[in-house]
């Protein structure tokens, strides 16, 4: 079993930044950022895989937003930079056995409490 502790959300303003970050608690193959605004489904934002370092973005996030592990703290990050008003959401992180699959959150078999992400103008 793997424990994930998120933080570092909170608000901001249209077209600032954050950061949030994820403390694993032990190795997995692919860690993610998943996202979930009210009424919406859960959509993958961002993943990595822990052994090559390879990334993986959403549509809506490409170019604005960047995930980073430290294998040495097993943490991961997602710097967001450029925040629109439809960044608002609750922000999960997940870690996944198996390196597949990276945006699709029945991949993941662990997964943080979340921390929530305001975004306003």
């Known amino acids: 079993q793997v424990q994930l502790v998120e933080s570092g959300g909170g608000s901001v303003q249209v077209g600032g930044s954050l950061r949030v970050s994820c403390a694993a608690s032990?190795?997995?193959?692919?860690m993610g950022w998943f996202r979930q605004a009210p009424g919406k489904e859960r959509e993958g934002v961002a993943s990595i895989y822990s052994g090559s370092g390879t990334t993986f973005y959403g549509d809506s996030v490409k170019g604005r937003f960047t995930i980073s592990l430290d294998n040495a703290k097993n943490t991961v990050y997602l710097q967001m930079n450029s925040l629109k008003l439809e960044d608002t959401a609750m922000y999960y992180c997940?870690?996944?056995?198996?390196?597949?699959?990276?945006?699709?959150?029945?991949?993941?078999?662990?997964w943080g409490q979340g921390t929530q992400v305001t975004v306003s103008s």
């Open positions: 997940a870690a996944g056995r198996y390196g597949v699959l990276p945006l699709v959150k029945d991949s993941y078999d662990y």
């Open positions: 032990g190795k997995t193959n692919k």
